[in-house]
């Protein structure tokens, strides 16, 4: 847990866009490129649960909450997963972590990045 750094969370009123980075300077460029990704969130109370996922072959789905506003992507030369989020509604308000999985076991998260959508 915790050997990622994601960026770009804040606050920002209904209706505005934030877009989260997560830089994976920690895992090699080859681990990399076959790696599936993911953006998860959490709010007190409640597991964490998916909201956007990217496989290595580029099959990207979302939770039926987000599709539509939120877009999942990565670009494998910085090594960076990123997830753009527009439309933000008040219950997208959470804590978001992204995740990289590399085969069956290993994986890494990040920290978390704290987003706030006022209404």
């Known amino acids: 847990q915790g050997q990622l750094v994601e960026s770009g969370g804040g606050l920002v009123q209904a209706g505005g866009s934030l877009r989260l980075s997560c830089p994976a300077s920690r895992i090699i460029f080859s681990d990399f490129i076959i790696s599936d990704l993911g953006w998860y969130r959490q709010t007190p109370g409640k597991q964490r649960e998916l909201v956007a996922g990217l496989s290595s072959g580029g099959a990207n789905n979302y939770a039926d909450s987000v599709k539509g506003r939120f877009t999942i992507s990565r670009d494998n030369a910085k090594k960076t997963l990123y997830l753009q989020m527009n439309s933000l509604k008040p219950e997208d308000t959470a804590v978001y972590y992204c995740?990289?999985?590399?085969?069956?076991?290993?994986?890494?998260w990040g920290r978390g990045t704290q987003v706030t959508v006022s209404s």
């Open positions: 995740a990289v999985r590399i085969g069956n076991n290993r994986e890494y």
